[in-house]
């Protein structure tokens, strides 16, 4: 068996891992690079995409999934490996990222025209992401192996991170190799907690928050409610960019359960303006049984996190436009979560500069996107071509993760019996931290860089 690190090696996004067995190839996520690694989109394959056999898909994020849409129109016609939660999202998570790419080329013709240039094409378009679905055609159910060709099984265990994620373990010629994908953080509302490492020859584990830990989610809920309380009492209304995967979902739980116990004014309006966002949390609604306990029991009701008085979801961009005018007494959740395209960079056009009103970041905020420039103090940004003064009220909650922090993935890595331990999937600051944590305990982590492979 032979791997080798495709992308997510020494950075958070493109998560992509190439397994070699016996002449049958698998890849281990085929995802997008995000923020400042986008360009290394526009790279080709360093494999031939005709020449894979499966795509085992850990979760439904753009930077494990985001890829397969190209690698389809490249000549791939094997099987994507995946949940049933995971190829359902999948299918939204692509198809709008398809329109956002059909847009913004759109946009950048019009000034290769000026420049009498040619225009340039989508990374994908809406038609690949509708053939890449069909690809999507085994389902895996967690804890039950999977057999594929020549003696390579597959088992998925849940990884905690967001609805349908899972944890890979891969068994070929008496070796075992597992990988985490994102692995989940503890004691979080929706998702289970992640599985323990299966044992393995090899652990190969994401490392985003390897360097740093998060405030508990207890502390974090408390901080949110602050800034909200903050920003309602002054008459003002509060903006969360939310990643329209899991956070929104997580977001309008924690608003649900601070509304119930009257902590947020009952009379607040919560808006969850997504069009995104609202299409997965239907998906949600109707997986509802892959929830923790508290969670399932949360959702026999029919008033829960997702339906109930305080809460409306917009239908229309004419209903969004109209927040535009609305004073106080909001909070309004829109994507996108780094703020790089979506709802919310209307409505930072449109507040930013409003010293009543609040943006409260509660998700990770990549290099070179919009979101960062905010959390990192910037005077004035950059917001759909003007120059916006940043006057509103700045929080970043970190606890709301749904990654695995230092700490739990010390002890995550640790607890399990590997004969070797691989980090991706984080900055290489944050890899080499935790690769320092872990040789206290005696284990000697490799970092690999794009393109290494290591042969078991
Ligand atoms: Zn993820
Ligand atoms: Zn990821």
């Known amino acids: 068996m032979k791997l080798t690190f495709v992308g997510a090696a020494k950075t958070v996004t493109g998560s992509c891992h190439l397994v070699e067995v016996e002449g049958l190839k698998i890849l281990l996520d085929c995802g997008m690079y995000q923020g400042h690694d986008a360009e290394r989109n526009q790279n080709p394959f360093p494999f031939d995409p005709a020449n894979i ?58 000034r290769a025209a000026r420049r009498g240039e040619p225009p340039p094409q989508p990374l994908f378009d809406v038609g690949d992401a509708l053939s890449a679905m069909d690809h999507f055609s085994i389902r895996i159910e967690y804890g039950r192996e999977l057999a594929l060709d020549r003696g390579v099984s597959v088992v998925f265990h849940d990884a905690g991170h967001i609805l349908g994620s899972g944890i890979v373990e891969l068994r070929a010629g008496g070796k075992t190799v597992a990988f985490s994908g994102d692995l ?25 928050y390897g360097d740093r830990p998060h405030r508990s989610f207890s502390e974090s809920v408390a901080e949110f409610r602050d800034a909200i309380n903050t920003v309602l009492s002054r008459g003002g209304t509060v903006l969360i960019p939310s990643f329209a995967l899991e956070r929104t979902q997580e977001v309008l739980y924690v608003l649900y359960e601070l509304w119930k116990r009257g902590e947020i004014p009952r009379s607040v309006r919560i808006v969850l303006d997504s069009p995104l966002g609202s299409a997965v949390t239907r998906v949600f609604s109707k997986y509802s049984d892959w929830f923790d306990k508290e969670g399932r029991e949360l959702f026999a009701h ?101 990654h695995a ?52």
């Open 184 to 208: 989940g953080s503890w004691n979080r509302p929706i998702v289970r907690d992640p599985s323990p490492a299966p044992p393995c020859d090899l652990l190969m584990c994401e490392g985003t």
């Open 302 to 402: 029919p008033e829960n996190p997702f339906r109930f008085p305080a809460l409306s979801i917009t239908r229309s961009v004419e209903d969004s436009k109209r927040l535009n005018h609305v004073g106080g007494g909001y909070i309004i959740v829109a994507g996108s979560g780094m703020c790089t395209g979506g709802r919310i960079v209307h409505h930072l056009r449109h507040r930013l500069w409003r010293e009543e009103d609040g943006v409260v970041f509660v998700g990770y905020q990549a290099r070179g996107t919009l979101g960062r420039a905010i959390v990192d103090g910037a005077k004035t940004v950059r917001v759909m071509g003007e120059e916006v003064a940043v006057k509103a009220g700045i929080w970043t909650i970190n606890g709301f993760s749904a």
């Open 53 to 110: 056999d499966y795509v085992i898909l850990t979760h439904a994020h753009l930077d494990h999934c985001g890829l397969i849409p190209v690698l389809v129109r490249e000549g791939f016609r094997g099987h994507v490996i995946s949940t049933r939660p995971t190829a359902e999202i999948a299918r939204l998570i692509l198809l709008d990222a398809a329109h956002l790419q059909e847009e913004e080329a759109e946009r950048e013709a019009r």
């Open 405 to 456: 922090d230092r700490e739990e993935l010390l002890r995550w890595i640790t607890g399990a019996q590997a004969g070797q331990v691989v980090l991706v999937h984080g900055e290489e600051n944050a890899l080499e931290s935790l690769a320092q944590g872990l040789s206290a305990s005696g284990i000697d982590a490799v970092i690999p860089s794009p393109g290494d492979s290591i042969a078991l």
